[in-house]
């Protein structure tokens, strides 16, 4: 049975030591972190010390006074004000309408180079992921430009406003410019699988619903779509959760009224010096990513269940 | 009237021509065949009465409406495709509700007719099922249900026993000739399996480079195949070379080339000399050791064999004449206790009876 297995074994090791090393273990220091107090000058208050006189390591904690080194205070804090309930939400709110304009647009642009021909269907593919191979930081910067005051986007726009009657506009520095960067940056992660599950479509299924009697709008919405879904998941997937903690783009883009959970932890672990409550900003903000992509799924498989009555 | 009249239809694709000015009339209830090699343009001219095609000319007149750019969904006709093309996402009874769906039919009928339509193909039990959880047998029994769901003029089937094993296609062509009766509905069928085309068939359409070559009754296409194409493409057919001797009325004498004179039925507007070809089936060859050569109204000719097809229910000779010309002839093996007559260079002689080919003039 071992000798069997050997080979799965031998090539599933690397990767499984990894993430253990680099996730399990880095997370569980986390949850350890967000159980202590923070130390006087940043990092946690030690659990030890060193005697000057004998160079030994003496562990302080006992029996008696753990609750000076242990505590759930940094959970409550996180309910004592509704400050933090509500940038958590608004981080969601973000993510979501990310990932929902990101589903709008992707979409037909993954249907059409799906259904383009085979020669030029490599470029477009090529073309999508163009944008990685310069750096993530220039290209934030850059719109930082695009919808800064003196821009020529942001001069016409407010051309083009002024035509309509309404006073010129500012982009920067708010929850618009945030969006936009974050549909910019996340695009690709959407179109790219849709794209690989459009691709794959059987097309005389198309036929077949047509010849049936269905309608364009019919044929996608009772064929493509669902068939699609997969790919709808894993793109939805690949674009909500980096948007959900992402901090680089509101920090530069947001202002004061665009900051997203993302700057908050980045707050404790920089310059609040509270590491243990960024420990417990992080961990709130994965289980609660996780605990809904667990209910996306399961709304998912009840749905399909129920057939498309 | 006919159900459905094509008339002078043409289809080029660039300089291509797939179908070109065909003209043909189907009527209510018939079992249609379009027979042809591939690349004939049977399957375009198929896609051209589903609607996924446009003909560049002629007309598609169903129920004496011209049809010809009406779009699919749009008309009274349904195809059963070569891959079934099920909705993979729809359970068995959902993918036989989508065009009553379409036509938005009540619920509470969509719910009955899905349950008759599986009782009639034998499938009440696989209606929660999906199409990757039946057999191919089954999944092509669900694309005739579904494509019958809406009771279409017209049934289109491309190919559909292509994809299943020939145990399951014997059974398959019965159930589809049952059903046809069952429900009446006229079915255009394409295949370039000619077995199945003449046991399907009411009348076949024999098509080779879009032009259709022979239609009729299949007793008629392979007994009496009006050209070389459809004495080839139509079964086993010993094709030989001749030219005419001498017309008459009951019987005329032409002269195989290397072999001799031999009498066959006369052929219309030959005259002596015209060159052409006989046609002549393996099955109405006799072979034996020995056979008497001054028989009334029998060709005759010695030779040997040069190779044999053993088939199982028949073996297949190959005569090699004694100026080299080979004919193929087929005995059944019918015979108890003897599973073959004759072997590699065993000296034979051959004959038919002057009825039994026909002169296919050039």
């Not at chain 1, 009657?165 to 699988?193: D, E, K, N, R, W």
């Not at chain 2, 090699?37 to 000319?57: H, I, N, Q, W, Y």
């Not at chain 2, 007309?59 to 079934?84: C, M, W």
């Not at chain 2, 006799?286 to 199982?312: M, N, Q, T, W």
Request: proline residues 5%; negative net charge.
């Amino acid at each position: 049975m071992f000798k069997k297995n050997l080979g799965k074994w031998l090539i599933s090791w690397p990767p499984t030591v990894y993430l253990l090393i680099f996730f399990a273990v880095p997370a569980l220091i986390m949850v350890g972190a967000s159980l202590r107090f923070p130390g006087d000058y940043g990092g946690l208050l030690p659990l030890s010390h060193v005697d000057e006189a004998t160079g030994r390591t003496i562990i302080d904690v006992t029996r008696d006074n753990w609750r000076d080194f242990f505590t759930l205070e940094n959970y409550t804090r996180l309910g004592s004000d509704a400050v933090y309930l509500q940038l958590f939400v608004k981080s969601f709110g973000y993510a979501a309408l990310t990932t929902l304009i990101c589903l709008v647009m992707a979409y037909p642009l993954a249907w059409l180079i799906a259904r383009s021909d085979q020669k030029i269907r490599d470029l477009l593919v090529l073309l999508v992921i163009l944008p990685f191979w310069s750096n993530f930081l220039v290209r934030v910067y850059a719109w930082m430009i695009i919808l800064g005051p003196n821009s020529a986007f942001t001069k016409a726009i407010n051309l083009l406003l002024g035509l309509v009657g309404i006073a010129p506009q500012t982009f920067m520095f708010s929850p618009f410019a945030v969006i936009v960067c974050l549909v910019y940056v996340h695009l690709p992660f959407m179109v790219l699988p849709l794209y690989a599950n459009l691709e794959k479509h059987d097309l005389s299924l198309l036929d077949a619903a047509q010849d049936l009697g269905a309608n364009a709008w019919q044929r996608f919405w009772r064929v493509t779509w669902p068939l699609s879904l997969p790919g709808v998941y894993a793109g939805a997937a690949l674009v909500f959760i980096p948007a959900l903690g992402i901090f680089a783009v509101p920090d530069l883009l947001g202002g004061t009224d665009g900051i997203m959970i993302g700057n908050l932890i980045k707050q404790q672990f920089l310059e609040s010096r509270d590491w243990p409550f960024g420990s417990v900003l992080s961990i709130v903000l994965t289980v609660s990513a996780i605990g809904l992509a667990g209910l996306a799924a399961l709304i998912g498989r009840a749905s399909t269940r129920g057939g498309d009555e | 009237m006919a159900l459905l009249e094509i008339r002078n239809i043409v289809k080029r694709f660039g300089d291509f021509t797939a179908v070109d000015n065909v003209s043909l009339s189907i009527g209510a209830g018939e079992f249609f065949t379009l027979l042809g090699p591939s690349g004939c343009g049977k399957t375009t001219l198929l896609r051209m009465l589903a609607g996924f095609e446009m003909p560049d000319g002629g007309e598609i007149l169903l129920d004496g409406k011209n049809v010809a750019n009406v779009p699919p969904e749009k008309r009274p006709v349904h195809t059963v495709f070569q891959s079934y093309a099920l909705f993979p996402h729809m359970s068995v009874a959902d993918n036989i509700a989508f065009p009553l769906k379409m036509a938005k039919k009540d619920p509470a009928q969509i719910k009955t007719q899905v349950a008759e339509l599986l009782e009639d193909v034998r499938l009440s039990q696989f209606g929660n099922r999906l199409p990757h959880e039946l057999s191919g047998g089954q999944r092509q029994r669900v694309a005739i249900a579904r494509a019958l769901a809406n009771r279409p003029r017209l049934l289109l089937l491309d190919e559909p026993l292509s994809a299943l094993d020939a145990k399951l296609r014997e059974q398959m062509q019965i159930e589809l000739i049952n059903l046809q009766k069952e429900v009446g509905i006229t079915f255009v069928y394409v295949t370039h399996d000619q077995g199945e085309a003449l046991a399907l068939s009411h009348r076949i359409a024999v098509m080779n480079k879009g032009k259709v070559e022979q239609l009729d009754i299949p007793e008629k296409i392979y007994g009496f195949p009006k050209n070389r194409f459809v004495a080839d493409f139509i079964g086993q057919c010993n094709l030989l070379e001749a030219k005419v001797v001498e017309t008459g009325s009951e019987r005329m004498k032409i002269e195989i080339d290397g072999v001799g004179i031999a009498e066959t039925l006369p052929a219309a507007g030959v005259q002596a000399g015209t060159r052409g070809t006989l046609a002549l089936r393996p099955e109405k060859i006799k072979i034996s050791a020995s056979l008497p050569a001054d028989v009334a109204d029998e060709v005759h000719f010695r030779g040997k064999v040069h190779d044999c097809l053993y088939l199982g229910d028949v073996t297949i000779y190959i005569v090699e004449l004694e100026n080299g010309l080979l004919v193929e002839a087929m005995l059944p093996n019918s015979a108890s206790g003897q599973a073959k007559f004759f072997d590699d260079n065993d000296a034979v002689e051959i004959a038919w009876r002057f009825d039994a080919g026909h002169f296919l003039a050039e």
